[in-house]
Structure formats: structure tokens, C-alpha cells
């Protein structure tokens, strides 16, 4: 094991997310950071100048920019240096995109091998992604790639695959008005990241801003169902209206009740499932609300509603918390009028949007509702969200 005084990261991922986000939490946190990505460019930089800027966007930053020290990048396409990396690490992370985890898996599982052959011993790797289990599915993408019993043993006793919840926005920004290098970065000054501690392998590492707990579910849900609801629903009815951004959105009377009154729909229920503290979930909803307010944020309501089949999916961020609501017979009218503003959601360059259209089109919105949503044909809330989509097409009509 290398010394506290020089302990090794490598994360895989070395866009905005990574050096924003993670990359930049270890790299406070004393860890000499090694990058891993397929991007030359990023990957020259960072053995350039071992450095780079964060910018807060935010109204009034308590620390505007940050540097970011002790960082090196390593080509994820060259095997003995990324085995190198895998093998002298303390810690791995990722922020790839789900999509991509099983791609970076087969290096994992040589790199594996490899540490167990040098004799090292506790490693925990943490996929820090958008999507419910990532380092789980991580790990079970490794397994297909190792056969040896003694590899799969030493995995078992000595790799850690604790799942987590990730928060920040970290939005595309013009590179030239931060200054620095090409490696700067923007990023609001908020963010969690929450890890579950019982899957830990070995000593727990100290980490700046890592919260542990053992109800990671819980975070997930709160998250998902609260931040990531919010966001869509401002994402569609914004798109409806014909604005442009989150925040130009919110600015509309209309779309800022429906919001605020759908985030807390979902935190009521949210709070009878896990027992969190109503007022202080009320606050966590006006943390949010001041989020997406952000005037530096450019979040782009196409960029934010991309993919509407997923979101629409039956325990994601619309239809889940509104069966949360069902489950504890609570209110949802806010839930089904942002559900329907997806339905509404007709983006020609989204291919899902495109998909959504045409089955509407072809068998009717109670037929959708049954498939996507998986709500009963002739169920209430079925019969709410046709009522809300006939609401929302008077708006339509005098917005166009």
C-alpha cells in the first residue's frame, strides 16, 4: 500500500464531470489524481500542466475559482500504462457514462489480476454515474472477464464496488471566458456525493465532501424523485412554452408552481417511505428551486429532456415518485401534469421524442399510459394525466 502522503486516484472519464466533480474531491483530498480517457487532447494537457481551474458559477461564490493540483492523465486505450495505473491505485472512480462502464470493464478485470499477482490488497471502486447501482453493474461487467477461481476469490475478499448518489451540475460552457487552460472547468457550487458505507472493502478513505451511509436507497429516491423530477418537468413545460433554458423557465409564474408543487407531491411521499424530515425536505426542495434559478447555468431544456422514453420509464423520476404517491394515497396532480408535458415533448431531433409521438399517434394516450407508464387503462391517474395532456394542448395552441 503507497503512504498517506502519496496516495493514487485514477479516474476514468477526464471530461467536464471528472475534473469537475470527482477528480477534483480526491485531488483536495491529497490523492495524486491519474485521469484515464480515450481523449488525446485532455490526456496531453494534463501531463502538460499537471493543473487546472475551476470556475463557481453562482451568484456569489465564497471561493470563485479553485486550482486543482497533482493531476496526470493516462491514454485508456494503452494497456500497460493503464494496468500500471490500476495496479498502484488506493482508489478508482469513474464518470464515463453508464453506457460506457462496460467498456472500461475488461481493463478492470486485467488490472485485477494484476494487482493480485503484485500482492496488493483493499480496493474500492466507486462508478460515479447517473444511474441507479452503477458500481454494482460495474462489478458484475468485471466478473465476465475473469475466469481464473483465484481472481475471482481475491476480488471477492479484497475490490470494494460501493454504490452511490452523485449531484452537480456541471453545464457546457464557453472554454475562453474561464481563462486557464483547456482544462478549465465550470461547475455550481453545489454538490453530493453520497457513497454506502457497508460495501467498503478495507480502511474507509477520508474524503473531502464523500458522505458515507447505510441507506443509500433512500439518497437515490430523494434525488431522483426530487432534483431530477423537478428538472424535467421544468425541462418540458419550458420546451412547450418555446423557452429556451431551466432557468428562463422558471421565470414563468405557470411553470414555477407546477414545479415547486410537484417536488413537493413527491416529498411528502418520499418522507412517509424513508422517514425523512418533512421541513427539512422542504428545504432541501428550496435549495433546488435556487439551483435551477441559476443564472450562470445555461441548462438547455432540450439537453435536460433528452431521452423522454427513460424518463417517462415506470420507477424513474415522474412516473416512480407519482406511484409513491399512490402507494401512500397522497395527492399527484402537479406529478401527472408533468408527466403529461413529457408526453408533449415533440423534438424532432430526439429519437425517443420521435418514438413517444408515433405511439401516440398510433394506438392513443391510454395505450401509452399502459405501456410506458404501465398505469391501469382506465385507472384514475390515467384518467389525470389524458386531463392534464388536453389542459396542456389549449397552452400549446396559444404559445405556437
Not at 479484497?158 to 482544462?183: K, S, T
Not at 424532432?348 to 410506458?372: A, H, T, Y
Amino acid at each position: 500500500m503507497s503512504s498517506s502522503m502519496n496516495k493514487e486516484a485514477l479516474h476514468f472519464g477526464a471530461g467536464n464531470i471528472g475534473r469537475g466533480f470527482i477528480g477534483a474531491l480526491l485531488a483536495e483530498s491529497g490523492y495524486h489524481v491519474t485521469f484515464a480517457d480515450v481523449v488525446e487532447k485532455l490526456i496531453n494537457a494534463l501531463n502538460e500542466y499537471h493543473s487546472y481551474t475551476i470556475t463557481i458559477l453562482d451568484v456569489d461564490p465564497e471561493e470563485p475559482r479553485k486550482e486543482i493540483r497533482n493531476v496526470s492523465g493516462v491514454m485508456s486505450n494503452d494497456p500497460v500504462a493503464l494496468n500500471k495505473a490500476i495496479v498502484d491505485a488506493d482508489i478508482i472512480t469513474t464518470a464515463v457514462g453508464p453506457n460506457v462502464l462496460r467498456i472500461i470493464a475488461r481493463s478492470l478485470a486485467a488490472g485485477i489480476t494484476a494487482r493480485r499477482k503484485a500482492g496488493k490488497e483493499y480496493l474500492n471502486i466507486i462508478a460515479c454515474e447517473n444511474m441507479t447501482g452503477a458500481s454494482s453493474h460495474l462489478q458484475n461487467e468485471i466478473l465476465k472477464h475473469i475466469t481464473d477461481e483465484e481472481d475471482k476469490a481475491y476480488m471477492e475478499e479484497y475490490i470494494g464496488f460501493p454504490n452511490c448518489a452523485v449531484d452537480r451540475i456541471v453545464p457546457p460552457v464557453d472554454q475562453a471566458a474561464l481563462g486557464g487552460n483547456i482544462l478549465s472547468v465550470g461547475v455550481e457550487a453545489f454538490f453530493e456525493w453520497i457513497v454506502e458505507e457497508p460495501a467498503f472493502k478495507g480502511p474507509r478513505p477520508e474524503i473531502k465532501g464523500m458522505k458515507l451511509t447505510d441507506n443509500l436507497v433512500a439518497y437515490v429516491q430523494r434525488k431522483l424523485f426530487t432534483l431530477n423530477c423537478g428538472h424535467a418537468i421544468t425541462a418540458y413545460l419550458g420546451y412547450l412554452k418555446g423557452y429556451q433554458t431551466v432557468d428562463q423557465s422558471l421565470k414563468d409564474r405557470q411553470i414555477e408552481e407546477v414545479v415547486h408543487g410537484a417536488m413537493l407531491e413527491s416529498g411528502a411521499a418520499l418522507c412517509k417511505k424513508h422517514g425523512f424530515d418533512f421541513e427539512e425536505h422542504k428545504k432541501y426542495i428550496e435549495k433546488i428551486m435556487k439551483r435551477f434559478r441559476n443564472p450562470y447555468i445555461k441548462d438547455d431544456v432540450a439537453r435536460v429532456g433528452r431521452e423522454p422514453l427513460r424518463k417517462l420509464g415506470p420507477a424513474d423520476r415522474l412516473v416512480g415518485p407519482t406511484k409513491m404517491c399512490l402507494e401512500y394515497k397522497l395527492p399527484y396532480r402537479n406529478l401527472t401534469k408533468g408527466i403529461a408535458a413529457a408526453l408533449h415533448y415533440d423534438n424532432p431531433e430526439d429519437k425517443q421524442s420521435v418514438e413517444v409521438q408515433n405511439k401516440i399517434k398510433e394506438k392513443g394516450l391510454e395505450s401509452v399510459c399502459e405501456e410506458v407508464l404501465q398505469f391501469p387503462r382506465d385507472s384514475d391517474v390515467t384518467k389525470q394525466v389524458i386531463e392534464s395532456y388536453n389542459e396542456l394542448k389549449a397552452l400549446k395552441k396559444q404559445t405556437v
